[in-house]
Nanobody
Framework: QVQLVESGGGSVQTGGSLRLSCVAS????????MSWYRQTPGNLRDLVAFITADGRTNHVDSVKGRFTISRDNAKNTVYLEMNSLKPEDTAIYYC????????WGQGTQVTVSS
């Protein structure tokens, strides 16, 4: 069982920045593909970005150039640096752990006001 604990969400104005963190338990973090998803009421959970075990990253088009996913294997932590935030970025953000088993964090709310 892997526990994921997200933090760093909050309320900011348009153009602001936030840094989300997700700490994983266990000793297999370095081998996992880590992802950030987001979800708004009534909608499916959508992928935002992922980072592979060897550090390759992918960001969806809507956040490219504004968001950056990274990881620190020594701290079992994945980050999502979010800059130039827009109201449409408002959502609950979840991290996901994938190492042949899938685990989700509890989510952290991000609210961007205009």
């Amino acid at each position: 069982q892997v526990q994921l604990v997200e933090s760093g969400g909050g309320s900011v104005q348009t153009g602001g920045s936030l840094r989300l963190s997700c700490v994983a338990s266990g000793n297999r973090f370095s081998r996992a593909i880590m992802s950030w998803y987001r979800q708004t009421p009534g909608n499916l959970r959508d992928l935002v970005a992922f980072i592979t075990a060897d550090g390759r990253t992918n960001h969806v088009d809507s956040v490219k150039g504004r968001f950056t996913i990274s990881r620190d294997n020594a701290k079992n932590t994945v980050y999502l640096e979010m800059n130039s935030l827009k109201p449409e970025d408002t959502a609950i953000y979840y991290c996901r752990y994938n190492n042949n088993e899938l685990y989700w964090g509890q989510g952290t709310q991000v609210t961007v006001s205009s």
